[in-house]
């Protein structure tokens, strides 16, 4: 198979979830990580900062989270600066918002917490690309404590009300659960066109388009072998994939074709499956 590395200027579009309770959602959503509604049907809606949609959820009445499975580790929100992570950090606390974890990956410095149905997310800012490091020919990445009181001390000065997240946020990275580590690399890197940029302790891969540490995590914390869940699970539906240009879409439609991997029409592009069974649509924007 020819080898070819997406556009440096590949991006990701949107993650759409399933939940069990719309309403539920939307509340958490918009009280506690400061989205807003862009549109709202009947059984879901679209979400983001105030241009693009970040998340899309569609109500599933009665799904579970299943234990051991593929599917969605957390998606992760990408605010423009520590100002900015210091005010949705302080909204979570004012908000009494529970969290799992916070962390200092050398390249960003992350927060975590869950939605109501258990699907995991992040928030996050980036350093400065010229601050990272590389070791062993990787991007350099850790799990550092957290510096809570010095993040919080960007807006010690600031008086305003919170108005929700920036609007420049984007959905930074998507971080998966898979059921073979080797097979998934290969596919997002020599299939999809991703760089491999790090590696962790052999159950763990980071993958990117032009340089950026990841846009994509993935992981067999699940267990090796792990089966995809059942149709009445919450959690990932797809996530979006959009593409530079019209050039990149054709020479990634036929890395697909050329690896049998199935091909459906979308509205918004082309729907594929990666070899767990984790939704992409690949959206061209050229």
Do not use: C
């Not at 069990?20 to 049907?41: C, N, P, T, W």
């Amino acid at each position: 198979m020819s080898r070819h590395t997406l556009s440096p200027y590949t991006r990701l579009g949107y993650v759409h979830l399933s939940v069990s309770d719309i309403e539920r959602s939307l509340a958490f959503y918009q009280h506690s990580l400061g989205l807003q509604v862009h549109r709202r049907k009947d059984n879901g809606a679209a979400l983001g900062a105030g241009q693009d949609d970040l998340l899309v959820l569609t109500e599933q009445p009665g799904a579970v989270k299943p234990r051991r499975h593929t599917g969605l580790y957390h998606f992760a929100i990408l605010v423009p600066s520590r100002k900015e992570l210091a005010r949705s950090i302080k909204n979570i606390i004012d908000t009494k918002t529970s969290i799992t974890g916070g962390a200092d990956h050398l390249v960003s410095e992350a927060l975590y917490l869950d939605d109501p149905d258990g699907n995991g997310i992040e928030i996050y800012r980036d350093r400065p690309r010229a601050t990272w490091e590389e070791e062993n020919g990787q991007v350099k990445m850790a799990v550092n404590p957290l510096d809570y009181q010095g993040i919080l001390a960007e807006i010690e000065s600031d008086n305003g009300e919170w108005s929700g997240l920036h609007i420049d946020t984007v959905l930074g990275h998507m971080h998966l659960h898979v059921a073979h580590l080797a097979e998934s690399t290969t596919f997002y890197e020599k299939v999809i066109g991703f760089d491999l940029m790090a590696t962790m302790m052999g159950t763990a891969a980071f993958l990117s388009a032009g340089g950026y540490h990841h846009h994509l995590g993935i992981n067999t914390w699940q267990g090796e072998g792990a089966p995809a869940p059942p149709s009445n699970a919450v959690g990932l539906r797809y996530f979006t994939i959009n593409l530079a240009d019209l050039e990149d879409r054709a020479a990634l439609i036929g890395r697909l074709k050329e690896a049998g991997v199935l091909q459906r029409e979308h509205e918004e592009g082309v729907f594929i499956q990666d070899p767990s069974g984790n939704g992409i649509v690949l959206i061209d924007n050229g």
